[in-house]
T-cell receptor, first 115, second 114 residues
Framework: KAGVTQTPRYLIKTRGQQVTLSCSPI?????VSWYQQTPGQGLQFLFE???????NKGNFPGRFSGRQFSNSRSEMNVSTLELGDSALYLC??????????????FGPGTRLLVL | AQKVTQAQTEISVVEKEDVTLDCVYE???????LFWYKQPPSGELVFLIR??????QNEISGRYSWNFQKSTSSFNFTITASQVVDSAVYFC???????????FGAGTRLTVKP
């Protein structure tokens, strides 16, 4: 079974621009979560989508948004980029059916650099 | 609020040494899940183990073993006879009973020297 895939793997943007990152979950997984990883703040939860609806949300400003398509693929968008948005963005998937024993499986991440 | 503390920022050992990575957690939930993930330089988080709060049985998988102690809120990870390929950042994580809120520790960078 193919793992979680993320595109692009690397991205360079300038302040003020916007960016869209993509995540394809493991086949059969309906839940997709996004995390931001920085040296200073570590791994922080952004949001989770399940069946095209945002189910959980972390403590990030509204510049960070996401969506999920009917095939469970997800995109996250960051508008008006700031230098502090430079990070590794990780996507994780699980079946999401609410079974309490679930494990999340992570993709390789998209490394975003904002100049 | 849930919290995970990995007090060891970096650990360096020589190949074949045993090494233990510490993880202490805080939660008010009676049902929760603990995880360990490995992050090699490539960046992907690799799942290692999941443990629920009702199962305090320790687990061994090859050179890896985990010691879960609810009395001290700890979930420590030991690598026996470490190898260079074990070099990575290791994260301990805590999830609530609904698996909806996962909190990660700051990670421990393990370097295994030949």
């Amino acid at each position: 079974k193919a793992g979680v895939t993320q595109t692009p793997r690397y991205l360079i943007k300038t302040r003020g621009q916007q960016v869209t990152l993509s995540c394809s979950p493991i086949s059969g997984h309906r839940s997709v979560s996004w995390y931001q990883q920085t040296p200073g703040q570590g791994l922080q939860f952004l949001f989770e989508y399940f069946s095209e609806t945002q189910r959980n949300k972390g403590n990030f400003p509204g510049r960070f948004s996401g969506r999920q398509f009917s095939n469970s693929r997800s995109e996250m968008n960051v508008s008006t980029l700031e230098l502090g948005d430079s990070a590794l963005y990780l996507c994780a998937s699980r079946t999401g059916t609410g079974h309490v024993a679930e494990t999340q499986y992570f993709g390789p991440g998209t490394r975003l650099l904002v100049l | 609020a849930q919290k995970v503390t990995q007090a060891q920022t970096e650990i360096s050992v020589v190949e074949k040494e045993d090494v233990t990575l510490d993880c202490v957690y805080e939660t008010r939930d009676t049902t929760y899940y603990l995880f360990w993930y490995k992050q090699p330089p490539s960046g992907e988080l690799v799942f290692l183990i999941r443990r629920n709060s009702f199962d305090e049985q320790n687990e061994i998988s090859g050179r890896y073993s985990w010691n879960f102690q609810k009395s001290t809120s700890s979930f420590n990870f030991t690598i026996t006879a470490s190898q260079v390929v074990d070099s990575a950042v290791y994260f301990c994580a805590l999830s609530d009973g609904n698996n909806n809120d996962m909190r990660f520790g700051a990670g421990t960078r393990l370097t295994v020297k030949p």
